[in-house]
């Protein structure tokens, strides 16, 4: 029993120490922050790390169009010969088989591809 005791008090002083050592913290922040607010109430900007030296301004590349997915289907069509299942289609982009049927829908609605036969489609 003694020896829980002597445990307790061991940790009530632990935790005394950590909730001081918190409060002084607590106190330094706000020091800081009060330092920081000019006398206006307006904060000052903070200060920087020393500055490095500055690089050239990067040459601007023109942001890329994001491909649509009946561009990508487009593109799969486009470089057969012999025509393109909707089951190779899904296989090479990762498209559900749904999607794909969507977009080579489409595509035919466009005009831009046509059917050589059952489930083969080639472009115009």
């Keep these: ?8 008090k061991t940790v009530v ?3 005394k120490a950590m909730a001081q050592g918190i409060e ?6 706000d020091t800081i922050k009060t330092s920081r607010v000019d ?9 920087n790390a020393p500055s ?3 690089k050239s301004p990067a040459k601007k590349v023109a942001p890329k169009k994001p491909v649509t997915a009946a561009e990508t289907v487009l593109k799969i069509i486009n470089r057969s010969k012999k025509g393109v299942s909707p089951a190779i289609i899904s296989e090479k982009t990762g498209f559900s088989r749904k999607k794909v049927h969507n977009m080579v ?3 035919r609605k466009e005009g831009k591809i046509k059917s050589i036969g059952k489930g083969l489609y080639l472009k115009v």
Excluded: N
């Excluded at 029993?1 to 445990?7: G, P, Q, W, Y």
């Design 39 to 47: 006398e206006k109430g307006k904060a000052k900007p903070a200060r």
């Design 13 to 15: 002083e632990g935790m």
């Design 1 to 8: 029993m003694k020896e829980i005791d002597v445990f307790l």
């Design 52 to 54: 490095k030296p500055k």
């Design 24 to 29: 002084a913290l607590a106190e330094k922040l």
């Design 105 to 107: 829908y489409k595509l």
